[in-house]
């Protein structure tokens, strides 16, 4: 499975972007799609929020009420709607996906991994 990320941007402090993960096929098969983010200077990959197959969304305390995941099977997308955005939510964000839950909730041996897209919160 490839994931194409997109959506990332230049934002003023308040305002929103919506991320997209594209897959190259069916997300339905995959038992879980998350979004994870990169702070500048850091190496370490943080979870931001992931979905399951069955809908059921995981947030980091950091983005709960301001950040709203979510899946289109059709489309095979999984989308992160950012709201609210502050100067500390600027990172890098990749998309990742694996047949199983744990990995995507670790970050350890998760299957596939998007390239990332930036996100800049700033006045």
């Known amino acids: 499975v490839q994931l194409q990320a997109s959506g990332g941007g230049l934002v003023q402090p308040g305002g929103s972007l919506r991320l997209s993960c594209a897959a190259s096929?069916?997300?339905?098969?995959?038992?879980?799609v998350g979004w994870y983010r990169q702070f500048p200077g850091k190496l370490l990959r943080e979870l931001v929020a992931?979905?399951?197959?069955?809908?059921?969304?995981l947030y980091d305390d950091s983005v709960k009420g301001r950040f709203t995941i979510s899946g289109d099977n059709a489309k095979n997308t999984v989308y992160l709607q950012m709201n609210s955005l502050k100067p500390e939510d600027t990172g890098v964000y990749y998309c990742?996906?694996?047949?199983?839950?744990?990995?995507?909730?670790?970050?350890?041996?998760?299957?596939?991994w998007g390239k990332g897209t930036l996100v800049t919160v700033s006045s």
């Open positions: 990742a996906a694996d047949r199983d839950i744990v990995a995507v909730t670790t970050g350890d041996g998760v299957d596939y």
């Open positions: 096929r069916s997300i339905s098969s995959l038992d879980a």
């Open positions: 992931h979905i399951t197959s069955g809908g059921s969304t």
